[in-house]
């Protein structure tokens, strides 16, 4: 299948109450392990992507590797690829822009593009992070591929589950809006566990919601009935299977 129908069927996949499951994986093995349990799609994070090259999270493992642990996993399994791309490895809209282009060639169908900035100094401006936003859509238009652009927002990841109220989510949809302006497709909000906040959200944001799931959270069931289109486990399997691998080698050793 081409990269254009695997984007197109992606894209279908994210139906508001009916979300897509992405159960994350990290390389072209549990790729295919993951496909092998009947994923409909196959979503990279960014965390287990870093840290089983043996980098941290945030930008720190090389472009070129994030690029050809992509195009690797891509040619492994034959459903459609999506990478969280952090903040699009580039610290203006057009360094972005290089970047994304080279993402699409790997094959990918969609990426993940946060408002933190990695540099420090919190979330971007509202009017930053369009212009980073407007480069992706720029570099998918011109690659003639119609990337899925999942815009994150970190809202919720920096403030304490205590505050978070609808001030909170009144800020996030105000980003939503922007967001959808500038050309994403869908609106990913990490860390937000209400499920009366998660409901809102979805009932009023202009794009499909993205909800992480978290030990802890009610079932995912809860949240599709909530509005979700999506539903992914960010770095939670591979932190689980660190943690059985460390606990395997300790016993043997």
Sequence with gaps: MTQQKLTAAFRAMHVESNPV??????????????????????????????????????????LELVLANARRVVSAVDVPVTLDFETGYGKTPDDVKHSVAQVIKTGVVGVNIEDQNVDGGGL???????????????????????????ARTDLFKNVDSARHDDDLLDEALERADAFAAAGADGFFVPLLKDVHLIQRLCEESPLP??????????????????????????????LKMIEWLKSEARTAL
């Design 209 to 238: 919601v993205n909800i992480i799931w978290l030990d802890g959270m009610v079932p995912t069931q809860e949240i599709a009935k909530a509005g979700a289109s999506r539903i992914s486990y960010g770095p939670g399997p591979y």
């Design 124 to 150: 971007y401006s509202i009017e930053e992070q369009t212009k980073r936003l407007r480069a992706v859509r720029a570099a998918a238009e011109e690659a003639g591929v119609e990337l899925f652009i999942n």
């Design 21 to 62: 499951i992405l159960f994350n994986a990290w390389d072209a093995g549990s790729a295919q392990a993951v496909a092998s349990q009947g994923a409909l799609a196959i979503a990279l994070g960014s965390h287990g992507v870093a840290n089983s090259h043996g980098f941290d999270d945030g930008e720190k493992i090389p």
